[in-house]
Structures are given as structure tokens and as C-alpha cells.
């Protein structure tokens, strides 16, 4: 995320989502690069970034009081200056180089004291029998992942090498697989960075990405596990919203998943993806991709648990979205209101009709009241029933 115009306007959309007590959010998750610096030039020419700990802890702000919101970490939050004597990351202005993962620790001052947000390495959380979510870390899987390491043990408080900390991972990830798996039917997994992706820059469709080549064996052994469940992950990373298949071959088998990418919280879009990319297979080592959706806009991901399968929508938040929606809020509150003044037009009438009428019609109306009751608690039962998360 980044405090601005895209953050406002996605906050917007999300709160009013979450303000519809008929169809409550479970809780909202947070899928990694939390905060952007902002990028700089010195007299040489060379790239700064510059770290503003007021904005920071502003877009933090701008999250909802509520439901709980599990936020996990993106590689940009695990950056720090590697090398001391020429800087590239600075706290404030150019004469403050950062020191000992500062865009990381000033996340966690920030939260502090707001009760609702976690930020986490890995969650697991139920939520129905047969419907089990992981939040993972998916920087750790990077080629250059080592450069993470101080910043990981600062986190974790720990004295971790590299491969003690994706063995640490995965023991969590198999443990909550394997509780679960007798009744398990879908595994929803949210990490930072796509598994595989297609990226446009300059006009041109650049090579899949697969940038966490090292997380393969991790998915490998999942599905070694739960082979008969249905897979979904969603991610971040890429700075649109994509639909799209990703098939990993598994000795003779074949895992499916089915990838929802929403690097969409706020920050500078990517370039757009041509329409001739869709339904195209591409392919890196044993790793393929077909985008089967694409969309160029700020939003976040509802994934809905009502029948045996998760539904997933985009719900787009820009300017020009915002703006039709209030148009359709004004739209249907004059249609309320006419419809109101109906209503009390033909009350009106029937008051004028003979008292023996007036009863039959007050006998009628009780009796639709009545199930109109029972459908409204009926409705209640079932909204109850369904299970809905965000995801931005």
C-alpha cells in the first residue's frame, strides 16, 4: 500500500463493503510490499529512496477499524541498505541512511496500538471444515533471499540461516496441512509474489515472471499430501489485477491451481496486459500460466465461501467507479423514495374504504409480514452460513 488518491479510493470501497452487515467479512488480509518509499535522485544521479516514517504509519491509518486484518511481508518490506558505504535507502531525507530493516520495524511501531491488524510470517486459519487458508512468506523463496536474512531474524527474533527458515516455514505449513486433511476440499494459499505471472513493460510482454523458484518443492509437497483438493493462491506483487491457471508437473500428475493476483492496494499501476495474452499458455521449466482475466485498476479481491467451491471477484476502486456508484446509490434512493410515496398514497386510500375491508386488508398484510419475518430470518441464517474474506 501507499498513502494517496488510489489508497483513499480503495479504502472507500472495502469500508462500505465491510459496512454491509448482511454479508460480514471475515477478516481482511494483507498480502505483502505494505509501503512504497518514495524514490529520489541525487546531485549524481543516483536512485534514492527515501523513507517517510508519517506517511507510513498515514496508510496504516487508513485501514478499517474492523474485521481482524492479517498482513503479511512483501520483499519491499524486507529491504535494507547491504551495503554501508553507499547507501541507497534513507529514513526522512539523504542524510539518514536506513539501518537494520527500518521500513519493516516502523511497521511494527505503527501497528502497535491498533488491536485488529497482525502482522504475521505465516497464518492458518479455518474457515469451515473442509476449507483451510495459509498465509505465507514468499520472499524467502527468491533467488537473492539471503539479503533478507538479518531482516527475517529481526522479525522473527531469531538467529535463522536461510535454509532453517524455509524448514521452519514449512514445518507450519505441512502441520496445518496435515491437521486438517481428512476433511480438507480447498487450500487457499495467499503469499506476496505470484507463482508465475505475465508482465508487460515498454509495450512489450516480458519473459513469465517466477520469481520464487525455490517455493516449487514447498507446493510440491502440499499436493503430495491433499492430491484430491482444489487449490487457489492469491498474491500480489504485480501492480494490476489477473486471473489465470497455473499448472506445475508433479512426476505424472498434474497440480492445478488457480492464481488471483492483486497487487492492486494503491500504488502506480503496470502497464496493461493486451487482450491477445488471454487464455495463451506460457510456460517457464515445468511451471505454465494461462491469464484468463486481466484488469488495469486499483481494487481488492473478495473471495466468497458459500457453496462447496470459493467464488472469487475483483471489485474495482477508481475515480470513475466511485463516481458510478454514487450515481446508482442516487438512482435507487430515488427510486425508495418514489416508491415510498406510492405506498403512502394507497394507504391514503384504503383508509377510506369501509372498516370490514380495512380489516381483511390488516389480516393480509399481517400475514405477509409474518413471512416476510421468516424470509429475513432465513436470509440471516444463511448469510451466517457463508464465510467471505478481502483480499488487497
Do not use: W
Not at 228 to 245: E, V, W
Amino acid at each position: 500500500m501507499q498513502n494517496g488518491n488510489a489508497v483513499n479510493d480503495v479504502m472507500t470501497v472495502m469500508k462500505r463493503k465491510i459496512a454491509d452487515r448482511a454479508k460480514p467479512v471475515d477478516f481482511i488480509s494483507v498480502a505483502g510490499d505494505n509501503y512504497y518509499p518514495k524514490k529520489s535522485t541525487d546531485e549524481n544521479g543516483a536512485k534514492k529512496k527515501i523513507i517517510s516514517p508519517k506517511d507510513l504509519d498515514n496508510g496504516f491509518r487508513e485501514l478499517p477499524d474492523e474485521p481482524e486484518i492479517y498482513m503479511i511481508l512483501g520483499n519491499h518490506d524486507l529491504e535494507t541498505n547491504n551495503d554501508d558505504e553507499q547507501p541507497t535507502l534513507f529514513v526522512n531525507d539523504k542524510s539518514n541512511p536506513e539501518t537494520e530493516c527500518n521500513i519493516m520495524t516502523l511497521q511494527q511501531d505503527s501497528i502497535k496500538n491498533i488491536s485488529n491488524i497482525h502482522f504475521e510470517l505465516f497464518k492458518a486459519v479455518l474457515m469451515r471444515d473442509d476449507t483451510l487458508v495459509l498465509m505465507i512468506d514468499t520472499s524467502m523463496y527468491e533467488d537473492e533471499a539471503n539479503e533478507y536474512l538479518e531482516c527475517y531474524n529481526i522479525f522473527l527474533r531469531e538467529d535463522y540461516s536461510l535454509a532453517e527458515l524455509r524448514d521452519y516455514q514449512e514445518d507450519l505449513i505441512m502441520n496445518a496441512v496435515r491437521k486438517y486433511q481428512r476433511e480438507l476440499k480447498n487450500l487457499i494459499l495467499i503469499g506476496h509474489h505470484p507463482i508465475i505471472a505475465t508482465k508487460v513493460k515498454n509495450g512489450k510482454v516480458k519473459k513469465p515472471l517466477n520469481d520464487i523458484p525455490f517455493f516449487t518443492p514447498v507446493l510440491a509437497n502440499i499436493y503430495e499430501t491433499i492430491p484430491d483438493a482444489k487449490f487457489y493462491y492469491l498474491c500480489a506483487d504485480l501492480h494490476l489485477y489477473q486471473k489465470g491457471i497455473v499448472e506445475i508437473e508433479m512426476d505424472n500428475e498434474m497440480m492445478r491451481i488457480e492464481q488471483h493476483i492483486v497487487g492492486t492496494g494503491g500504488t502506480k499501476l503496470d502497464d496493461e496486459i493486451p487482450k491477445s495474452e488471454l487464455n495463451t499458455v506460457r510456460a517457464r521449466g515445468s511451471v505454465s500460466y494461462t491469464m484468463l482475466e486481466g484488469q488495469r485498476s486499483n481494487g481488492f479481491l473478495e473471495c466468497e465461501l458459500l457453496g462447496d467451491e470459493p467464488e472469487f471477484r475483483f471489485h474495482k476502486a477508481n475515480a470513475a467507479e466511485l463516481s458510478r456508484r454514487r450515481a446508482r446509490n442516487t438512482r435507487r434512493r430515488e427510486k425508495q423514495t418514489r416508491g415510498r410515496a406510492r405506498k403512502r398514497q394507497r394507504r391514503t386510500k384504503t383508509r377510506s374504504r369501509t372498516r370490514s375491508r380495512t380489516r381483511s386488508r390488516n389480516r393480509l398484510r399481517t400475514a405477509k409480514s409474518y413471512t416476510r419475518a421468516k424470509s429475513r430470518t432465513k436470509s440471516k441464517s444463511k448469510s451466517r452460513s457463508t464465510r467471505r474474506i478481502i483480499t488487497v
